[in-house]
């Protein structure tokens, strides 16, 4: 359990201090969308009038359609020439290296990578 997703985002390791204090921010964000965005939806004015609710949920679909279209036209440039040195070593040092890859591929299924 050393590898997580929050403490390698800011690139720290893994402590319980640090674990708690993530959960404790989590939950905490949680409390507020419910109190703050989830309730005042579900119990607001749209409950009352179910034509502005359908309405004002379908201007929100189509709100977000364009955003994700132009987003997904520009995905993030992934450099293809760097290559890990790593990898480099233990292919170029192996008799067969499509049988070597397969192993390093198979035994990277048991961990995330760093």
């Known amino acids: 359990m050393s590898r997580m997703i929050g403490p390698a ?3 720290r ?4 201090q640090l674990n708690l204090a993530l ?3 989590a939950l905490l964000l949680a409390w507020m969308t419910l109190h703050l965005v989830e309730n005042p939806v579900r119990f607001g004015p749209l409950r009352r009038r179910p034509t502005r609710a359908v309405v004002f949920g379908l201007g929100l679909s189509a709100a977000v359609v364009p955003v994700a279209l ?3 036209s520009f995905p993030p440039s ?8 790593e990898l480099d070593e233990a292919l170029a040092g192996a008799q067969d290296p499509q049988a070597r890859l397969a192993e390093l591929i198979a035994e990277s299924v048991t961990g995330v990578p760093p």
């Open 78 to 85: 992934i450099s293809i020439t760097v290559r890990a040195s």
């Open 23 to 25: 959960c404790a921010a």
């Open 70 to 72: 132009v987003a997904g």
């Open 13 to 16: 390791t893994a402590e319980p």
């Open 9 to 11: 985002a800011l690139r």
